[in-house]
């Protein structure tokens, strides 16, 4: 079953609501589908415009390939001049930098990516977690 709005809507508010319990900085939160396809996106009030593009990047690399943007950032390191190449091939979609995790439905396969900037690597990724769970789905930003 593909990723709905609706669970994309869930995804946005929950992460944002709990960058907010943890006073966070002020994030913008991106759902993409498993083609890539925008599902949702919301900027709070205050985040940088900049930051919707860094949480497209993180999640459009992470659906690209089937891993999330903390392994991404973690290959990376081992390998700069591919990741390079496929940040230009991508035309800018794709950043290797942690703050995305994939969703996945009970069975385990791949229904799309949440990426968020404006915190830590960590705290987007935590945050995007927490959303992707409250929409009873699976979270998963393994290394």
Same mark, same amino acid.
């Given at each position: 079953?593909?990723? /709905?709005?609706?669970?994309?809507? /869930?995804?946005?508010?929950? $992460?944002? !609501?709990? $960058? +907010?319990t943890?006073?966070?900085?002020? &994030?913008?939160?991106?759902? &993409?589908?498993?083609? *890539? @396809?925008?599902?949702?996106a919301?900027?709070?009030?205050?985040?940088?415009?900049?930051?919707?593009?860094?949480a497209? *990047? =993180? #999640?459009?690399?992470?659906?690209?390939?089937?891993?999330?943007?903390? #392994?991404?950032? @973690? +290959?990376? =390191?081992?390998?700069?001049?591919?990741? &390079?190449?496929?940040?230009? /091939?991508?035309? %800018?979609?794709?950043?290797?930098?942690? %703050?995305?995790? &994939?969703?996945?439905?009970?069975?385990? $396969?791949?229904? *799309?990516?949440?990426?968020?900037? %404006?915190?830590?690597?960590? !705290?987007? !990724? !935590?945050?995007?977690?927490?959303?992707?769970?409250?929409? %009873?789905?699976?979270?998963?930003?393994?290394?």
């Amino acid at each position: 079953m593909p990723l /709905t709005l609706k669970q994309a809507n /869930t995804i946005c508010e929950k $992460a944002l !609501e709990h $960058a +907010r319990t943890k006073n966070y900085a002020k &994030l913008t939160v991106v759902v &993409l589908d498993d083609s *890539g @396809n925008l599902k949702a996106a919301q900027r709070e009030d205050g985040a940088s415009m900049f930051r919707y593009d860094v949480a497209l *990047g =993180k #999640a459009w690399g992470a659906v690209a390939m089937s891993c999330s943007s903390r #392994a991404l950032a @973690n +290959r990376a =390191k081992g390998n700069q001049n591919f990741f &390079l190449t496929l940040a230009a /091939t991508a035309q %800018g979609k794709f950043l290797p930098q942690q %703050g995305a995790v &994939l969703i996945r439905d009970a069975s385990g $396969a791949i229904l *799309g990516a949440a990426g968020i900037s %404006g915190a830590s690597g960590d !705290e987007d !990724e !935590e945050c995007a977690s927490k959303g992707v769970e409250a929409a %009873g789905l699976k979270a998963d930003a393994s290394a």
